[in-house]
């Protein structure tokens, strides 16, 4: 069974209509659950070769949306990818190199895998098969990957596992301070800036955009981002993870350098849009599992601006 273009916008629109709650003052921040509005419609393809720098590779948009076959724009970067990785197992088993790219980098709707251990990516994947691992606001992103965890085999995700722990993790993120922001909409589950050039008030918001809107709509594994965060978030972020109000210092799971062990990932130069959705949902109980007994006294007492300045910090750190 193949997904059609077509088929799947029409998806993402159903469940984006379904899924998007009116954000209150107190509820989630809708900068960090981008939810695509009613009527999103995704941009027909014409047919056109895309290209990404320092790729001889090419592919048209109808194949970079492909949920079964993973573009692989770079393949000297990495080792050769498993099946399951590459082309998933149709019907139900979408390529793992789709959404998380070719080598592990994933993008501010899902999880890096960069410097994860092959245990831990199996552990979570588990708790998404099991139920335990769901967001404060339905996503797509998880849906899709929920979806998948139920169909994978044991043996497909060891394979998928071993390969994203055997690739040696990289910075693609640049952590800038500031009070004014460039003004985005919601581009299929991220943040893009709008046309025009207009910026805004930062507030307490993270605005996390990719370098190149295109590259990334491409799937491209080396695309790269900036998260605007607000005047201070750092310095202050650093404090609250060695001595402020947090129960437990940052380092005593994650590791000295933040980098992660075998049983906590590393949080040090990951997504902070995908830090915060974490930190929010261990704090609300919509994440549980091994970890969440953990997590959940850590940051219950923690504001949104404490979260904000936490992963603003751990994503200027690098992997």
Request: with cysteine; net charge neutral; hydrophobic share 40%.
């Amino acid at each position: 069974m193949r997904v059609s273009s077509a088929l799947f916008a029409l998806s993402l629109a159903s469940l984006a209509s379904a899924s998007a709650p009116a954000q209150s003052q107190d509820g989630p921040p809708a900068w960090a659950y981008p939810v695509n509005p009613p009527n999103f419609q995704r941009a027909a393809d014409d047919g056109t070769i895309r290209r990404v720098p320092d790729s001889a590779a090419g592919f048209t948009l109808t194949q970079v949306r492909d949920l079964f076959t993973a573009p692989d724009w770079h393949p000297e970067d990495h080792p050769a990818m498993p099946e399951i990785v590459a082309k998933g197992r149709k019907p139900d088993v979408l390529a793992c190199g789709v959404c998380h790219r070719a080598d592990g980098p994933g993008g501010p709707e899902n999880a890096s895998l960069f410097g994860l251990s092959a245990e831990y990516i199996i552990q979570q994947t588990m708790e998404f098969k099991t139920g335990l691992r769901t967001n404060s606001v339905p996503r797509i992103a998880t849906d899709l990957m929920i979806k998948t965890s139920k169909a994978v085999t044991g043996q497909e995700l060891k394979e998928a596992a071993d390969y994203f722990a055997s690739i040696k993790p990289r910075s693609n993120i640049a952590v800038v301070e500031t009070d004014t922001v460039p003004k985005t909409h919601v581009r299929d589950l991220f943040l893009a800036p709008m046309d025009g050039g207009e910026n805004e008030p930062i507030g307490q918001r993270i605005i996390e955009i990719p370098e190149n809107v295109e590259h990334f709509v491409s799937r491209d594994s080396r695309a790269r981002f900036v998260a605007y965060v607000p005047l201070g978030s750092i310095q202050k972020g650093r404090a609250l993870a060695a001595t402020g109000d947090l129960r437990v210092q940052c380092a005593a799971c994650h590791g000295a350098d933040l980098r992660g062990t075998a049983v906590a990932p590393g949080i040090a130069s990951r997504s902070p849009t995908y830090t915060f959705r974490q930190l929010y949902d261990f704090k609300t109980g919509a994440r549980k599992g091994a970890n969440s007994e953990l997590m959940k006294p850590v940051v219950e007492k923690l504001s949104i601006d404490d979260m904000i300045a936490l992963v603003a910090y751990t994503a200027s750190l690098m992997p």
